[in-house]
Each structure stands twice: as structure tokens, then as C-alpha cells.
């Protein structure tokens, strides 16, 4: 069973940094795919990054291309979310996210993916 736990979140001057981390676990395959969403009070949930052990790819949100970096530790099976240059709009619970086939990220530029497998979530606070 894919396990997924989130951690990292607190609160966050504007213009501070945060970095989220994703334990995974209880993958069949090393190939994978590991992604981030997240949800705000009153707002759609909204991919914001993912990373792919099959083909090394890489996806941001326009939102956050440029001040979100995400990346993999493949020893400690835990992928991280480096978020810089935050802003009060990227307040939001953000969870982590998984699928049991598509392994890539391609589905991430449609709108409508919604993934198999999510994690608790962790809360993201950006105010002064």
C-alpha cells in the first residue's frame, strides 16, 4: 500500500522560505511519479509541481515556476518542495500526491487530473 506523509509546514513571513518534505513508501516499481498539490480556503485544489523517477521530468504551476524547486533524496525515498520568494497567495494546505500508473508528469498539465494517492496534507502559512 503507498503511504505518503507530509512534512514541513508552518508559517512564513512574505518573501520567506519554507521546504516540504514527502516520505514515500510501499511502491511495486522505482519507477514513480511524485507530485504536490495544494488546496486554499474557498479555492479549487491546484497542482502546483511533480517529479518522475521514470523519466526524470519535472512540472511547475506558472504560479510558482521560478520560486518553487523540487527534488529527490533516492536514499531516504523522500522527495522535497524547496519554496522560496513566498507570497501570501501560496497560503494553502499542500499535500502530497501520487498515482499508481502514471508514472510521468504529463498529466499535470490537464487541469482535471485528480491523483490516486494523497498524503495528509501539511499547512502552509504566509503572513506578517
Known amino acids: 500500500q503507498v503511504q505518503l506523509v507530509e512534512s514541513g509546514g508552518g508559517l512564513v513571513q512574505p518573501g520567506g522560505s519554507l521546504r516540504l518534505s514527502c516520505a514515500a513508501s510501499?511502491?511495486?516499481?522505482?519507477?514513480?511519479?511524485i507530485g504536490w498539490f495544494r488546496q486554499a480556503p474557498g479555492k479549487e485544489r491546484e497542482g502546483v509541481s511533480c517529479l518522475s523517477t521514470w523519466d526524470g521530468s519535472t512540472w511547475y504551476a506558472d504560479s510558482v515556476r521560478g520560486r518553487f524547486t523540487i527534488s529527490r533524496d533516492n536514499a531516504k525515498n523522500t522527495v522535497y518542495l524547496q519554496m522560496s520568494s513566498l507570497k501570501p497567495e501560496d497560503t494553502a494546505v499542500y499535500y502530497c500526491?501520487?498515482?499508481?500508473?502514471?508514472?510521468?508528469?504529463?498529466?499535470?498539465?490537464?487541469?482535471?487530473?485528480?491523483?490516486?494517492?494523497w498524503g495528509q496534507g501539511t499547512q502552509v502559512t504566509v503572513s506578517s
Open positions: 500526491v501520487t498515482d499508481a500508473i502514471l508514472r510521468g508528469c504529463r498529466q499535470y498539465y490537464s487541469s482535471s487530473y485528480s491523483p490516486e494517492y
Open positions: 510501499g511502491f511495486t516499481s522505482d519507477d514513480y511519479h
